[in-house]
């Protein structure tokens, strides 16, 4: 049986698992389709010649809950959709919330009961056209959140999913889908549990957000991606009219990561914010562009990305900033800074400016990467702090105003746990 044969009745097979209907079925074979069509992708600073695109079995069963799961679970008091090896275990939401019209459930249900509004939605922004990985995401993905917020309807609390993948063996293919009608305003917070190795596997994460005009989201994700595996990540919102889109993401690995966070601003007024935090160890890979595509007119952005290295990590940050012609009047910052605690890390630090439009408001970057200033070590040493201890008070005191965005306390909890975990090793 050849490779294409096997991984087609994969495609199948998650479909049949989750009882999909015809139209989704089509989409995924659509999809499996371009991505085997799709030549090897070749990245600046980034070798993915010897990653391989195994996918691994599909996990057909659910798994047990992981003990961190369940504790972190144990501090929730908002919604949240916990999924176990792609699986849907449990989705909590109040009646509340559903009765102002709020669909928060995992995406394979909403495919079946709100057809019409996911097949709409659905690879519209991050579609699998764009580029194998993500051709790869639309043919087999399995777990994931649809969350729907009617017109005007602003909710005072976050909406949260929980991905534990427990198998070494199999890639995982999360993907969820946002919603934000007209004045609406609502966060998602998206946080993944995953053991500490894997098998060379490939996986593809995916969040794709439309936030219609006026409406405000805030997404916010707590990466956990493990040695071994290969994940590439896309997180990318369609903005409208005087509509904000923000982005939150942290992660704390040592795996082999591409990712993408993009906000596309396409409506006149468009804002869009995203800040990133990422703590590398091990032999990490992490390969991460935060981008921001003006279109609409008076349209505002800004990119901050703060990261720290350990051990022999390797890191590449790029921010990119495109204003296209007709884009009178946008705004853009970026500030990107990177600090190599250990000597045998190292970091790429790239903004990049690409701009059609003579009209520009503003438009500028920062990107430092250096080692941490002994003299400061030094000044809080003769204070009697250890030096271990005065590493990690000089890196909390840059990534603290973006962990403090975070927008829960279990979120930042979990995040400065990591954070403190490897801090500290």
């Known amino acids: 049986m050849t490779e294409a044969n096997t991984v087609s009745l994969q495609v199948h097979s998650v479909s049949s698992t989750f009882k999909e209907p015809e139209w989704l079925l089509r989409l995924r074979e659509d999809a499996w389709r ?63 919330l559903t009765r102002q019209g709020i669909v928060f459930t ?42 729907y917020v009617p017109r005007n309807v602003q909710s005072d609390v976050p909406f949260e999913v929980v991905h534990a993948f427990t198998s070494t063996a199999s890639g995982t293919y999360p993907r969820n889908l946002v919603v934000a009608d007209e004045l609406s305003d609502v966060r998602l917070i998206e946080v993944t549990f995953a053991p500490q190795e894997k098998e060379r596997v490939t ?21 956990e991606f493990p040695k071994g595996s290969t994940q590439f990540v896309t997180r990318r919102a369609q903005v409208g009219k005087d509509a904000v889109v923000e982005w939150t993401v942290s992660d704390v690995s040592n795996g082999f990561t591409v990712e993408l966070v ?7 007024g468009a804002r869009g914010q995203t800040r990133v935090i990422g703590l590398g160890y091990g032999r990490q890979h992490m390969d991460l562009t935060a981008s921001m595509v003006h279109k609409g007119r008076n349209t505002e952005s800004d990119i901050t990305m703060h990261g720290a290295l350990r051990e022999r990590a390797n890191t590449v ?109």
Not at 84 to 90: L, P, R, T
Not at 111 to 135: F, I, M, R, T
Not at 262 to 268: A, F, K, Q, R, S
């Open 203 to 223: 996986s593809s994460h995916v969040t794709e957000v439309i936030a219609k005009s006026n409406s405000r989201v805030h997404v916010a994700a707590a990466d």
């Open 262 to 268: 993009e906000d596309v601003l396409e409506g006149n």
């Open 34 to 96: 371009q991505f085997a069509e799709f030549p090897e992708p070749r990245l600046e600073k980034t070798n993915l010649a010897k990653r391989g695109w195994e996918t691994g079995a599909f996990v057909s069963q659910t798994a047990a809950i992981p003990d961190s799961v369940r504790t972190y679970l144990s501090g929730l008091n908002h919604p949240y959709a916990l999924f176990v090896d792609g699986h849907v275990v449990e989705v909590k939401i109040t009646e509340e």
């Open 106 to 147: 995992d995406i394979h249900s909403a495919a079946a009961s709100n057809g019409e509004l996911v097949k709409q939605h659905l690879a519209s922004v991050v579609k699998p056209s764009d580029n194998k990985w993500s051709a790869l995401s639309m043919a087999l993905f399995a777990g994931g959140a649809f969350l």
């Open 317 to 425: 940050f790029r921010s990119c900033t495109e204003i296209v012609k007709g884009a009178v009047g946008a705004g853009s910052e970026q500030h990107d800074r990177m600090i190599m605690i250990d000597g045998t890390a190292r970091a790429d630090a790239i903004p990049m400016l690409l701009i059609d439009e003579n009209d520009v408001n503003r438009c500028g970057h920062a990107a430092s990467v250096g080692k941490i200033d002994p003299n400061q070590i030094y000044y809080l040493m003769s204070r009697g702090i250890p030096q271990a201890q005065a590493t990690q008070m000089i890196i909390w005191g840059y990534l603290r105003d973006s962990v403090e965005a975070l927008p829960s306390a279990p979120l930042r909890d979990l995040v400065v746990a990591r954070l403190e975990r490897e801090l500290s090793r």
